[in-house]
């Protein structure tokens, strides 16, 4: 095992980032129309972005002794749709800054974001075709149908999500979050990008179920963090702070804020939540902000991303035993300790 | 010797055997997916739960997946009859012998498109192609020589065929062998050879199936007439 914490994951994000952006602009198109369509497509993506799905790809194929070259148009694809949906999301939720920035449907209005999304979306199939000329039909056809199953979690997930917003649910407990949260965000952040990484790198051979549960720890672990950091975050943060207390977001800290109020805070609290966004003011979410540290929800928070850390940590020494030391054996496992410490 | 009493522990009870570590830390109710965890409620009193909130959360994150996966893997094999395992059973010959022919089904139409693309650029070769190889080297090694030839299959029944011939096979004395099944009581394959095809300069493989042949997969290996050295294998798959 080589490297820290510290220095391992950020190098190596870093190092198979850089190939993979670059490997990315060969597939966005520098014609007409640019301003309406090409330059938003690209807006993103060159924003920067931690490149933790592409790496982690990578990583799982060359811990099979396969190539980096081997998962390129893969990881390509994995970017390109990672970016569409944020295009996506950033509607639906209506956020307002991305990468420290203005997000896209705020700078060229919702149509021509939705567009944009949408072409990024079906743009991130043709690495996923080009697979066929590098790792063959049968791999790159086991690689759509992960695709496609990926791409079915993560619309119930985002649905699970927008739904409960939409109908002002209280009643969610913990399991509910976690295995929205598994939809939602592990899907496309965590287990498909191992999945399909260790597909490449063993060529089809390994059970991929293993992949699937420290997927879901490491990748709950990381959507409870990043939820932490919305309310804690610094100026590095890149979203709006509070910016899920605005939107009404149903994140773990809420959830236990809601489970511990009195009766009385709790319809508050519902009343608050049925309003939209515009209708809520800085008063109301400086007051829910109150309720969660008067009942310790970031501290409960952090000790369940904590909890799913270890476990992730445990599954990971079951799926890589046997497995020869390496570079990408240690970023994948150390991995789990740089998202919950990253800031 | 030292007069101060000797201390002892309890002999631990016995729960039974623990055979399998990678359930060490996993609910004793969840036998990987085929026996899920029960879900926690989530809001269930908290006097009643043990180890604060990172065991409970590790304690119903577990139990969230393990039923995720126990539903996943009821469902594919709804659909498909499969395990839900993306990956075929490996303890069975026939399987493994499946999956080596379908990964030869997606060579061979490579095969024969360059096949045809060199002939195409230079015509002039009599009998023989230079044929380039249709998958990377993995040493990066150099493109090789390798025999061009047509299929010619005699059969009432479709027939998926199947070849592989080894880099640098580029001469006529080619002999296929007889092509068993792995089903002993099927008879083998034997009216197979290769013969000149004078039309297009080149050989012929050609393979006449019986009417009364069981379907099946038959394989077998293709050898130089002279030393008898394995040139190539030969696989041959006769649907119902």
């Known amino acids: 095992m080589s490297g820290t914490t510290s220095t391992l994951v950020p190098s190596m994000l870093r190092e198979y980032g850089d190939v993979t952006r670059a490997a990315l602009t060969k597939y966005l198109p520098s014609r007409e129309p640019r301003r309406y369509l090409y330059d938003l497509l690209s807006d993103y993506p060159q924003r920067g972005g931690k490149m933790m799905r592409p790496s982690m790809c990578i990583a799982a194929t060359r811990l099979y002794g396969a190539s980096l070259e081997d998962a390129m148009h893969t990881a390509v694809a994995i970017e390109l749709l990672h970016n569409a949906l944020l295009i996506h999301d950033d509607i639906e939720d209506a956020s307002e800054k991305r990468r420290g920035l203005p997000t896209l449907h705020v700078l060229h209005g919702v149509p021509l974001a939705l567009n944009a999304g949408d072409t990024l979306t079906l743009m991130s199939l043709r690495p996923l075709i080009d697979n066929r000329s590098r790792i063959g039909e049968r791999l790159t056809l086991r690689i759509i149908e992960e695709t496609e199953r990926m791409a079915r979690e993560c619309a119930e997930g985002q649905a699970m999500e927008l739904g409960w917003r939409r109908y002002n649910a ?9 295995e929205m949260v598994l939809k939602k965000t592990c899907w496309l952040a965590t287990i498909y990008p191992v999945r399909v990484g260790a597909l490449i790198g063993s060529r089809d051979s390994v059970n991929l179920d293993p992949f699937v549960r420290y997927g879901f720890f490491l990748g709950a672990a990381f959507q409870i963090q990043d939820d932490l950091l919305n309310l804690v975050g610094d100026d590095g943060y890149g979203k ?22 009195t009766t009385e805070e709790r319809r508050r609290l519902s009343r608050l939540l049925s309003r939209p966004r515009e209708a809520r003011t800085l008063v109301q979410v400086t007051w829910v902000r109150k309720l969660m540290d008067k009942y310790g929800c970031t501290e409960y928070a952090r000790k369940i991303a904590h909890g799913l850390a270890g476990a992730a940590l445990h599954e990971y020494s079951l799926l890589s035993a046997g497995l020869p030391d390496s570079r990408d054996k240690s970023f994948l496992e150390q991995m789990v300790t740089w998202v919950i410490e990253r800031n | 010797m030292s007069e101060r009493k000797r201390l002892h522990r309890d002999e631990p009870a016995r729960v039974g055997p623990l055979r399998d570590f990678s359930k060490l830390y996993r609910r004793p109710d969840s036998v990987n997916g085929t026996n899920p965890a029960k879900p926690v409620r989530p809001d269930a009193p908290r006097k009643d739960r043990i180890g604060g909130p990172l065991a409970e959360g590790v304690e119903l994150a577990y139990s969230v997946i393990e039923k995720y996966i126990a539903e996943g893997r009821r469902t594919a094999e709804g659909i498909s009859n499969q395990p839900y395992t993306t990956r075929a059973a490996t303890d069975n010959l026939q399987d493994i012998l499946e999956r080596v022919l379908r990964f030869q089904a997606e060579i061979l139409p490579l095969w024969i498109e360059t096949l045809a693309t060199l002939v195409r650029v230079d015509p002039s070769r009599n009998g023989f192609a230079a044929v380039a190889d249709a998958w990377p080297r993995a040493n990066g090694g150099q493109n090789t020589e390798t025999m061009a030839a047509s299929i010619e299959v005699v059969s009432l029944r479709p027939v998926q065929v199947s070849v592989e011939l080894r880099p640098n096979t580029k001469d006529q004395s080619l002999v296929a062998l007889s092509l068993n099944a792995v089903d002993s009581r099927k008879p083998a394959l034997t009216d197979i050879s290769f013969v000149p095809d004078e039309a297009r300069g080149r050989v012929k493989l050609r393979i006449r199936i019986p009417e009364s042949q069981p379907p099946g997969t038959y394989s077998g290996v293709i050898v130089h007439r002279d030393s008898g050295e394995t040139r190539g294998t030969l696989s041959i798959r006769i649907a119902d």
């Open chain 1, 170 to 178: 209280t009643d969610i407990g913990d399991a509910d979050y976690l």
């Open chain 1, 240 to 261: 709006e702070i509070n910016g899920d207390l605005w939107e009404g977001k149903r994140t773990l800290m809420l959830i236990h804020a809601i489970r511990e109020s």
